[in-house]
């Protein structure tokens, strides 16, 4: 009984740290992106969809998701408490880094094969859908999945502390900047596109996800484009608008380029 109530209140404590997160993240980058309209990147080639869940559908469904999330980083969390998973490491800033990296790396995994998964055709209609809604993403479209896709995305923070024995310190952060890495990766604005976002580098730009939503079959991948360049789902233009960006192509300037689309139809 005193074991549930403390996973219960642990769950309660992630979800509103994840909330305040969610709001407060969501809409500093809003205020942010406001400022620098002529770097927002919707609709570059030549597609420009709107949405067709409004902003207010997008955290409704995020309240329900993120509870399932909340979920997740609780129950890897109290695991590693009550002694079921691997011993965590004694933390030390070396244990922390690497163990967050390692991570880092292992998630974009699990994220990739689960995104595959999930855009199967039974699949999609029943799970994922409803996230693709969000034709042109927003801050809010960060957590606007079903609750079952988000829990099976989420679910790596229940599995984590079974093949890694990282500090919870570091599980702790690496959700915070998986929250924060994603509200960036929706916002539609591209401020930072350099040469590590491109080939050769596996690193990303916001334009990644972007183009996942705006095309559908490309980009599966959150944190690197490593599985999308091995299984040959990263889109085709995805590097040279990249290295425009990079050059100081201002991304109303790349709006004016012809489609070249790998879509089927969402
Ligand atoms: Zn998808
Ligand atoms: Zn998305």
Known sequence: MLQALTFLGLWALVYAVLLLVYFTVGWALLRINRRYPER??????????RSRMSAGEEIRQSLKALAATAFCTAGGLYMQHLGWTQT?????????????????????????????????????RRF????????????????????????LIQAFFLVLPFILP???????????????????????HEHF?????????????????????QYFDVNFGNQFSFWDRICGTLHPSYDRLVMALEKGVAPADLRAEPAKSAEHSA
Do not use: C
Not at 92 to 118: E, G, I, K, N
Not at 128 to 151: C, G
């Open 40 to 49: 927002q990147i919707h609709g570059l080639n030549g597609r420009d969809r």
């Open 88 to 124: 965590p490491l004694a933390m030390t800033p070396v244990s922390l880094l690497w163990t967050f990296a390692v991570a880092v790396v292992l998630q974009d995994a699990w994220l990739y094969f689960q995104h595959r998964l999930m855009h199967m055709k039974p699949l999609y």
């Open 128 to 151: 994922h859908r409803r996230h693709h809604l969000s034709v042109a993403p927003s801050v809010w479209s960060n957590n606007a999945f079903t609750v079952t896709d988000a829990f």
């Open 166 to 188: 990282i500090p919870p310190l570091a599980l702790i952060g690496m959700r915070l900047f998986d929250e924060v890495r994603g509200l960036i990766g929706h916002a539609g």
């Open 193 to 213: 596109a350099g040469r590590l976002a491109r080939a050769p580098w596996p690193f990303i730009a916001v334009l990644h996800h972007e183009q996942h939503h």
